[in-house]
């Protein structure tokens, strides 16, 4: 039946298996930061799926390859923010604070510095911008 929770819920799972599939085709074969982009894939599908274990481990697993490809994790707050999600879900609140903490902190290493980065936190250089 088209629509149907069913039908919708096991098309998502069988997106979230073929993403994770292929990550760890791609980690087997040593393509790191495209691993990482096939088990965020895998968390995000998971995630709106309402899975949010296979999410924890997807989202974990693509932090830490992207990481191990040198890539910084900061370039998917998203990733932290699923992950963040299904943590409180699943009622690992520690945990899920830590990951919050961790991408604020990223966040703010991202943040410029010098005399235009006290404007830019008030919004000012947003505003002259626009004018």
Same mark, same amino acid.
């Given at each position: 039946?088209?629509?149907?929770?069913?039908?919708?819920?096991?098309?998502?799972?069988?997106?979230?298996?073929? %993403?994770?599939?292929? %990550?760890?085709?791609?980690?087997?074969?040593?393509?790191?930061?495209?691993? $990482?982009?096939?088990?965020?894939? %895998?968390?995000?599908?998971?995630?709106?799926?309402?899975?949010? #274990?296979?999410?924890?481990?997807? @989202?974990?697993?693509?932090?830490?390859?992207?990481?191990?490809?040198?890539? $910084?994790?900061?370039?998917?707050?998203?990733?932290?923010?699923?992950?963040?999600?299904?943590?409180?879900?699943?009622?690992? @609140?520690?945990? %899920?604070? $830590?990951?919050?903490?961790?991408?604020?902190?990223?966040?703010?290493?991202?943040?410029?510095?010098? #005399?235009?980065?006290?404007?830019?936190?008030?919004?000012?250089?947003?505003?002259?911008?626009?004018?």
């Amino acid at each position: 039946m088209r629509g149907s929770p069913r039908g919708s819920s096991s098309t998502g799972r069988a997106h979230q298996e073929l %993403a994770g599939l292929v %990550a760890v085709h791609c980690e087997q074969a040593g393509e790191l930061a495209d691993a $990482a982009e096939w088990h965020g894939r %895998a968390g995000e599908q998971a995630r709106t799926g309402y899975a949010p #274990a296979a999410a924890i481990e997807h @989202f974990q697993k693509a932090l830490h390859l992207l990481a191990s490809a040198g890539t $910084a994790p900061h370039q998917r707050p998203d990733w932290y923010e699923g992950l963040s999600e299904a943590l409180t879900t699943q009622g690992r @609140f520690a945990e %899920a604070l $830590a990951t919050t903490a961790k991408r604020e902190r990223w966040r703010n290493l991202r943040r410029p510095r010098g #005399a235009g980065a006290s404007l830019e936190r008030r919004g000012l250089l947003a505003g002259a911008a626009r004018r």
